[in-house]
């Protein structure tokens, strides 16, 4: 498990020109996978046994200019593509994309700003402070061992100027249109994916910038996803008369989705798809209509009647089967327990970089008065800011990374055997280890594993920078 977990952080070796700069992000890695708390880099240095100065060294790599961030996640993408056990439909790849917000209560964290809460607990305020990430994940395992591994965490909203200020960066893209063009450049090294999307996010903007994609590159990207219940599409435009004036329509009648449920009752049929786990019987109603105003791109709509509920999916591969493209559907669900383990276990979000450049957040803003990034005019402090927005994007990378090299692991080594030497639990894992129960498997063997392997060049990086044993120190002093 040591080598494997070697094997995999080695394809990073190449982003760095510095062998400190790497031994940095490998100690992060290892140091984020075996933590025992969600105390930044603090816990780092406490559960890896180094020496107290690696604090401020390694604060300085999340800042420094010895690595390039873009870089850093195409390698990311490249290593999964090579190494993660990846699940294909139909020979594609599974993306699924969705965003997800955290407070933060940092008066001068950049990107920070009110957000509506959408949760449906009543205990919780309908407006906070905080950051709101956009994630791309990849389906790997196998049917009966399923993981979303996250491939992107990126800050999608609050810094618009910081975008403006930084060449490299997307400027005047909403959410959805980003996330959308970050899942098409995550699955070129892939080939074809299928990407799943929740209800919020199917739009005009978003469908274009996937047309564009697809038209540009020999890899092809489709989108199966939910619609909204005021949904509108139309049917296919007639066929123009010979000899008649005008030039030809762009779209026939228009269609309430949502009245088909009424309508077309009597068409709907049953079908026997696996919904969470389990076999279940649903009623569905398949139709290939226009959509989009200005766009009018046809797709193909999915009425479903689980029960009581009802909910209208499309995707824009008319070729996919309609009991299809609900057994797809909710194969997106996984992105959502990977959000709780990036949080709860991962610690992904538990970042505290802020920056004495950036105005300090008012919490009281009025909407005529300006943003606060607006009165930074200094290149300095802009420099400043875009170095803490680059470390913040950074640590929630590494944090991809443990994760997912905890996912890996989790599939492959996954055996009576080990399955044996787990903590006790409960609630026995189900389809495969969880991250938590191998991150205390991994956490009480490490130094044994060091140990073990004392060559394995994660040992030499880490040792370098540890604490010097006991009889090292008994020696040093004689």
């Not at 700069?21 to 816990?43: E, F, N, P, Q």
């Not at 305020?125 to 049917?143: E, M, Q, R």
């Not at 046809?298 to 029960?307: C, P």
Request: with cysteine; glycine share 6%; hydrophobic share 40%.
């Amino acid at each position: 498990m040591w080598n494997r977990i070697d094997e995999i952080l080695e394809g990073f070796r190449k982003q760095f020109s510095h062998k400190a700069a790497y031994r940095w992000l490998i100690v992060l890695v290892i140091g984020i996978m075996i933590r025992t708390d969600k105390l930044g880099v603090t816990s780092v240095v406490r559960d890896l046994a180094l020496r107290p100065e690696s604090y401020e060294s390694m604060i300085r790599f999340f800042r420094a200019c010895s690595w390039h961030l873009p870089s850093l996640q195409s390698a990311w993408v490249g290593i999964v593509a090579r190494h993660a056990p990846l699940r294909r439909f139909q020979g594609r790849v599974v993306l699924i994309g969705d965003g997800v917000k955290k407070s933060k209560e940092g008066l001068k964290m950049p990107g920070v700003k009110r957000l509506k809460q959408e949760s449906e607990t009543q205990s919780k305020a309908a407006c906070f402070y905080g950051h709101f990430w956009g994630c791309v994940g990849i389906l790997i395992g196998t049917a009966a061992k399923l993981a979303c591994l996250p491939l992107l965490l990126r800050l999608h909203d609050g810094l618009r100027e910081t975008a403006e200020w930084d060449e490299s960066e997307e400027t005047g893209e909403g959410h959805v249109t980003r996330l959308v063009s970050e899942a098409c450049r995550c699955a070129a090294p892939f080939g074809s994916a299928l990407l799943l999307l929740d209800r919020l996010y199917p739009s005009v903007d978003a469908l274009r910038v996937l047309n564009a994609f697809n038209a540009a590159h020999s890899a092809s990207v489709d989108i199966v996803s939910r619609m909204k219940r005021n949904a509108v599409a139309w049917t296919e435009a007639p066929k123009r008369e010979p000899g008649r004036a005008g030039r030809s329509r762009k779209k026939g009648d228009k269609v309430r989705l949502w009245e088909l449920f009424e309508t077309k009752w009597a068409e709907f049929t049953k079908e026997t798809v696996k919904i969470r786990g389990k076999d279940t019987t649903v009623e569905i109603l398949s139709k290939d209509l226009l959509w989009g105003k200005g766009l009018y791109q046809k797709l193909r709509f999915v009425l479903v009647r689980e029960g009581e509920s009802r909910f209208i999916l499309f995707s824009t591969d008319l070729s996919l089967l309609p009991t299809d493209i609900v057994r797809l559907y909710f194969l997106r669900f996984r992105v959502e327990n990977a959000f709780r383990e990036l949080k709860q276990q991962i610690g992904a979000f538990s970042y505290h970089f802020w920056s004495k450049s950036m105005p300090r957040l008012k919490r009281f803003r009025k909407k005529t008065e300006p943003l606060p990034l607006e009165s930074v005019k200094s290149h300095k402090d802009r420099e400043r800011i875009v170095k803490t927005v680059r470390a913040t994007e950074l640590y929630a990378l590494v944090s991809s990374i443990a994760m997912g090299i905890l996912q890996i692991l989790s599939i492959e080594f996954d055996t009576p055997a080990l399955r044996a030497q787990l903590p006790y639990q409960r609630t026995p894992a189900g389809e495969r280890i969880s991250e938590a129960n191998l991150m205390r498997y991994l956490r009480q063997r490490i130094f044994v594993f060091m140990a073990l392997w004392p060559d394995n060049s994660i040992t030499q990086l880490i040792r370098s920078v540890q604490k010097p044993a006991e009889s090292e120190k008994a020696s040093d002093v004689a």
